[in-house]
């Protein structure tokens, strides 16, 4: 992504694109005319669009094969208005916003419509910067203390005893296993912690270190009041022999 271009205009009707490229320039907008999916899409590779005119019926690759693809790269920070002459009924206008569109123009419309449409739809939109920032975040944006409560669940202790360890109420430890569920798209406990694998966030269990190494204080811990012993006996156990 090189830039912002403003609006994208994508329509094989030269007459159609031409009259909305010339509102939005009036308007203030910068303008880029395509004819083709294949060309919008590579349009959006140079310069990511703010707002996208989108015809749904073109030769080779539809309106909604577009829209579908910008969803992927750009999430909610580009705008998509639907523009159709042919598909204009009810049912048309509500595929088109379920597949992913911000709005739907019907042709022929009216300018100052169409002006208004697109104004009220940038005033609405994720800012770009904002939406890049969130593809480059952590893919499960756990926090340490998330981490650390899933680290000993891992480890076989009980909400209650996860409480105790970290010096916190259980209701705090039912929040942060309920924020981990959301973050991780999981269910239960068992499937949290296997997600957590697969991502690599958690340490070794102490049973399963590498000989020689000692174990976290954490999981010390963690482990003593698993087991019952006193943490001193846990330590000898894996202290480096």
């Not at 010339?22 to 880029?32: I, N, Q, S, V």
């Not at 910008?70 to 009810?90: C, D, H, K, P």
């Not at 697969?198 to 269990?205: G, I, S, T, V």
């Not at 000989?211 to 019952?228: D, E, F, K, M, Y």
């Amino acid at each position: 992504m090189r830039g912002d271009c403003g609006i994208l205009i994508v329509d094989d009707d030269a007459a159609f694109a031409a009259l909305a490229e010339t509102l939005l320039t009036e308007t203030g907008y910068a303008c880029r005319t395509v004819t083709s999916g294949e060309a919008a899409l590579a349009a959006a590779r140079d310069e990511q669009p703010r707002i996208v005119l989108l015809d749904l019926q073109m030769p080779h690759m539809s309106g909604y094969d577009v829209c579908r693809r910008l969803r992927e790269r750009y999430g909610r920070s580009v705008g998509i208005v639907f523009i159709s002459g042919a598909r204009t009924e009810s049912h048309d206008k509500i595929a088109g916003l379920d597949l992913g569109g911000d709005d739907y123009v019907s042709k022929p419309f009216e300018p100052g419509e169409l002006v208004a449409r697109v104004r009220a739809l940038a005033r609405r939109l994720e800012p770009a910067d904002a939406a890049v920032a969130a593809r480059q975040q952590p893919a499960h944006s756990l926090s340490p203390r998330e981490i650390e409560v899933l680290e000993l669940v891992a480890e076989g202790l009980p909400q209650k005893r996860v409480a105790q360890t970290l010096s916190i109420s259980r209701k705090t430890v039912s929040s942060h296993m309920s924020h981990i569920f959301e973050k991780l798209g999981v269910h239960s406990q068992g499937q949290a912690v296997a997600a957590a694998h697969q991502l690599q966030l958690l340490e070794p269990h102490p049973s399963k270190r590498v000989l020689g190494l000692r174990p976290s204080r954490r999981s010390t811990v963690a482990t003593a009041a698993l087991l019952g012993l006193p943490v001193a006996d846990v330590l000898h156990i894996f202290q480096p022999v």
